[in-house]
């Protein structure tokens, strides 16, 4: 395949405890690299840990896929011409649709200004090179876990919002309720004294 084009590879899902294969458990990478012997490689090896992989050699293309379909993580190689893979981790993160992708930067530089660079940069993760495949996929592993984790605290958070909403409409309409009971009950003692008043007036002309 030529420079440039994507190329997809649809790995086996993973067995699950069960022994039953479930193709919904699959999750989808996108790994971006100018060099088309590292995404074979990262493929082959994604494969046996049972992940979607779709390829891409460019900064560019690789936010054109990302804008055109949902990924649950994308490995991103720190160093490629053209637009880097800084460039494409601030494109993500600026933007509200990928704000929240799970995204880990593949650098050949260990140094701690790197890790700086990219974790400020809004990276989940940096894995350096040279790095086994199984450390690789422990962390990529991680990351998707703990992606799951803050999913579920916000969907759960969202439906707290909303019974907290729901009762606080329920409240407003209770003390609604109260406030005209209480000008209803008003009304009543203002009628029964004008009455009063009134039979007390008859009462003083009759005795006269």
């Not at 899902?13 to 990262?42: C, K, M, Y």
């Not at 690789?62 to 637009?83: C, N, T």
């Not at 759960?156 to 209480?182: C, K, P, V, W, Y």
């Given at each position: 395949?030529?420079?440039?084009?994507?190329?997809?590879?649809?790995?086996?899902?993973?067995?699950?405890?069960?022994?039953?294969?479930?193709?919904?458990?699959?999750?989808?990478?996108?790994?971006?690299?100018?060099?088309?012997?590292?995404l074979n490689a990262i493929s082959?090896?994604?494969?046996?840990h049972g992940y979607l992989v779709?390829?891409?050699?460019?900064?560019?293309?690789?936010?054109?896929?990302?804008?055109?379909?949902?990924?649950?993580?994308?490995?991103?190689?720190?160093?490629?011409?053209?637009?880097?893979?800084?460039?494409?981790?601030?494109?993500?993160?600026?933007?509200?649709?990928?704000?929240?992708?799970?995204?880990?930067?593949?650098?050949?530089r260990s140094d701690p200004e790197?890790?700086?660079?990219?974790?400020?940069?809004?990276?989940?993760?940096?894995?350096?090179?040279?790095?086994?495949?199984?450390?690789?996929?422990?962390?990529?592993?991680?990351?998707?876990?703990?992606?799951?984790?803050?999913?579920?605290?916000?969907?759960?958070?969202?439906?707290?919002?909303?019974?907290?909403?729901?009762?606080?409409?329920?409240?407003?309409?209770?003390?609604?309720?109260?406030?005209?009971?209480?000008?209803?009950?008003?009304?009543?003692?203002?009628?029964?004294?004008?009455?009063?008043?009134?039979?007390?007036?008859?009462?003083?002309?009759?005795?006269?």
């Amino acid at each position: 395949m030529g420079k440039g084009m994507a190329s997809e590879m649809e790995l086996l899902p993973r067995e699950t405890s069960s022994g039953v294969f479930r193709q919904g458990q699959t999750r989808t990478i996108l790994a971006v690299d100018d060099s088309r012997t590292n995404l074979n490689a990262i493929s082959q090896q994604l494969a046996k840990h049972g992940y979607l992989v779709v390829l891409c050699e460019s900064g560019g293309e690789a936010l054109d896929l990302i804008a055109a379909r949902g990924f649950d993580l994308v490995l991103l190689d720190l160093v490629m011409p053209g637009m880097s893979g800084l460039s494409v981790l601030r494109e993500i993160r600026s933007s509200r649709e990928t704000a929240d992708l799970p995204v880990i930067v593949v650098t050949g530089r260990s140094d701690p200004e790197a890790t700086i660079e990219v974790l400020g940069a809004g990276a989940d993760d940096h894995v350096a090179k040279p790095f086994t495949f199984d450390v690789l996929a422990a962390r990529i592993e991680r990351v998707l876990a703990r992606t799951r984790r803050i999913a579920e605290l916000k969907r759960s958070n969202a439906m707290l919002d909303a019974r907290i909403a729901a009762r606080a409409m329920e409240l407003g309409e209770t003390r609604a309720q109260l406030a005209e009971t209480r000008a209803d009950r008003l009304r009543l003692i203002a009628s029964l004294q004008a009455l009063n008043d009134r039979l007390e007036a008859v009462s003083e002309t009759s005795g006269a």
